[in-house]
């Protein structure tokens, strides 16, 4: 039962770089979320998804963009990196908006 | 605008020290109240929802109670594995759909 994988876990950029953070579930849930978690501020959410083709902004949706072409993948990517986006970065999934959310171990990434 | 506080930011405690845990919160449309509890590295991992003011659960040491207000996690007796950070979540009405709202967490450490 791998439930929600993310990969990269490391990943340290350059100002101006681009990459993409994958999100990877296995439980046929159809909402997806990605959060990031900075040092006295909680999770925030960026992006989410309800369901396959789908995609929202959150709460923080600048610089990012998602796509879900799969049900269970959701990719979160940054066209160029910013230091101000150095932080750890959480995946979410849940089978309807108000049923449990399992999160992924998070992938921490630094933008110098 | 929708809000949730939780104090104090950080707490030691000596193995066996009973304390409190508290989570406050300003919200419209509350659905529900979560606590999650999060070790160093790894994702949020759920512990309680509380839907109604007057609600109680309880885990092992741990009891979640819940006013119109505000949410306390008490640790009863707690031992040096429940070092961790624990995250409070209100589930709320956002732009007409149901999104979790987080706040920044207690870090919570039990020393020997």
């Known amino acids: 039962n791998a439930g929600v994988t993310q990969t990269p876990k490391f990943r340290v950029l350059k100002t101006g770089q681009s990459m993409t953070l994958l999100c990877a579930q296995d439980m046929n849930h159809e909402y997806m979320y990605w959060y990031r978690q900075d040092p006295g501020m909680g999770l925030r959410l960026i992006h989410y998804?309800?369901?396959?083709?789908?995609?929202a902004k959150g709460e923080v949706p600048d610089g990012y963009n998602v796509s879900r072409l799969k049900k269970q993948n959701f990719l979160l990517g940054l066209e160029s990196a910013a230091p101000s986006q150095t932080s750890v970065y959480f995946c979410?999934?849940?089978?309807?908006?108000?049923?449990?959310?399992?999160f992924g171990s998070g992938t921490r990434l630094t933008v110098v | 605008e929708d809000q949730v506080t939780q104090s104090p930011e950080a707490l030691r405690l000596q193995e066996g020290e009973s304390s409190s845990l508290n989570c406050s919160y300003t919200v419209s449309g509350l659905r529900g109240l979560f606590w999650y509890r999060q070790d160093p590295g790894k994702g949020p991992e759920f512990l309680f929802t509380?839907?109604?003011a007057g609600e109680e659960k309880e885990k092992e040491r741990l009891k979640a109670t819940l006013t119109k207000k505000e949410s306390f996690l008490h640790i009863t007796a707690p031992k040096p594995e429940d070092s961790a950070t624990y995250l409070c979540?209100?589930?709320?009405?956002?732009?007409?759909?149901?999104?979790?709202?987080f706040g920044s967490g207690t870090r919570l450490l039990v020393r020997p």
């Open positions: 998804s309800v369901g396959e083709g789908t995609t």
């Open positions: 979540a209100v589930q709320a009405l956002v732009d007409s759909s149901y999104k979790l709202i």
């Open positions: 979410a999934s849940s089978y309807t908006e108000t049923s449990l959310y399992t």
């Open positions: 509380l839907y109604s």
